[in-house]
């Protein structure tokens, strides 16, 4: 380890795969090799439809990453933004962005013998809490979310994320599904019990009225947060929205590096904030929002609608590092392909995953599995028509 440690590792080659998650999505991965050392893993966010703008920039920024010393993360990471990319970042950018500098991390922790989160600190905690998310798939009434809540909890999960709202995503609601979305919400309180966590997810729909309105309405069910009730590309109403109601109110979904997060805190838009280490720049990105929002006094509960493996696993790494860290995010409908892809698995047991101890993020992905279930294209959503929006 000492002499490898010496040695300047350089990168030799850049390799993105797109993978089929079996539905929803692709999963898509980077690989670094290095020219004398191990390689690296990282993820980036992906969203149906889009994976091909994601790819096109892993690919565009790994011509530049090769013949450079795999140790120098930060100094990749200015130059990505500044030089690179004339400082226009934008989702699909900051996907491909975080998803090598994950891959450098990894590299990092091989190098050293050590996880990730010892470089970074080391651990402030032993265990990770998190909450299921993806249980609900296709609930279209109160009953149908109520028994697959009580499924979901049944297997050990003790905090359960959902969107309760039908519909398609829009600023304004009917009275009717204003109620729909109250009537789930207790119905999901009743199945799983008192002692439950139940986050309510918004998708950053609502209109300033009708996110308050509903909130107190939501109220005596106890949330354990409100999320993104409006777009954070309004942080002031979401402020307003935030001073309006008890509920504790999240976001961040939609912003990305500590620049975007800067005004969320100066406006105290928010309790928690949700980045997503996929997209949000990366391990060092990730770190530095939650050292900004700790002295505002706001939690940090990183969002990870990723894979159960890579993302998890640098999820993991910095949710172990910052002191402020609340629970994070589990796709227990993506645990199938993870398991397969991926050595070794986390096990959540009873809402917690341990810490790693591993080298590096503490995963490997097996490159041949990987190949048996290439990325594919999805069929045109369903998109509204004109003739499909209310009044």
Known sequence: MGELSEITLRVSRVTSFLVDLGGGKNLLFVKIDTESGPHGWGECYTQADRDTSVIALVD??????????????????????????????????????????????????????????????????????????????????????????????ARGFGALKFDPFPGPW????????????VATVAAVREAVGAEVDLLIEVHRRLAPMHAVRIARALERFRPFWYEEPVSSTNLEALAECRRQISIPVVTGEELYTRAEFRRAFELRAADIVNPDVCNCGGILELRAIAQMAEPSFVTVSPHNYNSTTVGLAATLQVSAAIPNFLITEYFVNFEARGREIASPGFEVRDGYIAVPQSPGLGIELDEAVLARHPGRQFPPRALPSPADEGP
């Not at 829009?170 to 979305?181: G, I, N, P, V």
């Open 60 to 153: 565009a920024l790994g011509r530049y990453l090769v013949g450079r010393d795999a140790s120098h993360i930060t100094h990749f990471l200015h130059v990505a933004y500044h030089d690179f990319a004339a400082k226009r970042g934008a989702m699909d950018f900051w996907s491909a962005v975080s998803g090598l500098e994950q891959a450098l991390w990894d590299i990092a922790g091989k190098r050293h013998g050590v996880p990730v989160h010892a470089l970074l600190g080391g651990p402030c905690r032993e265990r990770i809490r998190v909450y299921a998310n993806g249980w609900y798939g296709k609930s279209k009434t109160p009953a149908d979310y109520a028994a697959l809540a009580r499924e979901t909890v």
């Open 170 to 181: 829009r600023t304004h609601l009917s009275r009717e599904h204003e109620e729909q979305a």
